[in-house]
């Protein structure tokens, strides 16, 4: 049977270190790290993500702002709260909630971050130095997966992986920190548009899916004793429960697990590294404002 990775335990885990870190900050009188957030809209979502990243600033001893803008703000008054947040000392880094509404647009707003402030790590100055291994605010989502490989020794050099999906916050720089020295994958990015997927798909030792498509990684798909990292997180209706929904994956979990040596759940995978990533990045923005 495989080993089921456990994002929220490893998540609650990084959470005490990052916990016990501002702890010592506070008694050595150090001013303690402050993340902001802007929601424009009431994406339930996206309304859920923030709230959750609030809770996580709670939990950990960082100060937290939320800042709730209407669904129909302008594009100028979102730039000014970003202004603002830039030059604000008191806030160490800060993100605004994607999607955004189809008048704004999200390149413009990302560009508009300062660098040394971008907890999300979208902005194409630290995109860029992630890129040829500088220093840098890695993107969340990646950094928390590489993050669970490291942390269950999941071996990746020389090892082939294979990444579906090319989104500008997951696919693409998860393809390049996968190949960087040091974790040393050998990677290929496949997408909507690649000839015969499944065949290249079966050939990899690690599958991140991460395309947003319910089920797609099936069974037939995946090597015997693969590892499969889903960060697949779709919102499909779910009648009797509370919520009304439930989050499914990218991969059919049922039929995949019994082939793998590793695999994530939905939920419970992924999604809290996620978070994780963005307290870690605060972290590193507070200190190196101090
Ligand atoms: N929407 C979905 N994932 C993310 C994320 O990691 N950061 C932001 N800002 N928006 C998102």
Do not use: W
Not at 6 to 16: E, L, N, P, Q, V
Not at 139 to 163: F, M, Q, S, W
Not at 192 to 201: L, P
Not at 269 to 287: D, E, F, I, W, Y
């Amino acid at each position: 049977m495989p080993v089921i990775i456990d994002g929220k335990k490893t998540a609650s885990d990084i959470r005490k270190e990052i916990a016990d870190e501002v702890s010592a900050m506070k008694d050595r009188g150090a001013r303690v790290p402050h993340l902001a957030a802007i929601l424009v809209g009431d994406n339930p979502s996206s309304v859920s993500y923030v709230t959750n990243k609030v809770r996580d600033c709670e939990e950990v001893g960082f100060e937290s702002t939320l800042v709730r803008l209407g669904d129909n703000t302008g594009e100028d008054i979102l730039m000014a709260r970003i202004a603002a947040f830039n030059r604000n000392p008191d806030i160490d880094a800060f993100i605004v909630q994607l999607p955004l509404p189809s008048h704004i647009s999200e390149t413009r707003v990302i560009e508009s971050i300062d660098p040394s402030k971008d907890a999300d790590g979208f902005h194409p100055v630290n995109l860029g130095r992630m890129m040829i291994g500088l220093p840098c605010f890695l993107p969340a989502t990646p950094y928390g997966i590489v993050e669970l490989i490291r942390r269950y020794n999941i071996e990746t050099t020389g090892k082939r992986c294979i990444v579906i999906g090319r989104s500008n916050i997951v696919g693409r720089p998860l393809s390049i920190l996968l190949s960087q020295k040091g974790i040393d994958a050998t990677v290929t990015v496949v997408h909507s548009r690649t000839k015969e997927m499944s065949c290249i798909v079966r050939e990899a030792d690690i599958i991140v899916a991460a395309m947003g498509s319910p089920g797609f990684v099936k069974a037939d798909m995946v090597k015997e004793g693969a590892v499969v990292i889903d960060v697949g997180t779709t919102r499909i209706p779910a009648p009797g429960t509370k919520s009304g929904f439930r989050l499914a994956g990218d991969v059919d979990f049922e039929n995949v697990a019994s082939r793998c040596s590793y695999i994530t759940p939905v939920p419970g995978g992924v999604g809290p590294m996620t978070r994780v990533s963005l307290l870690r990045n605060t972290m590193v923005a507070a200190k190196n404002r101090r």
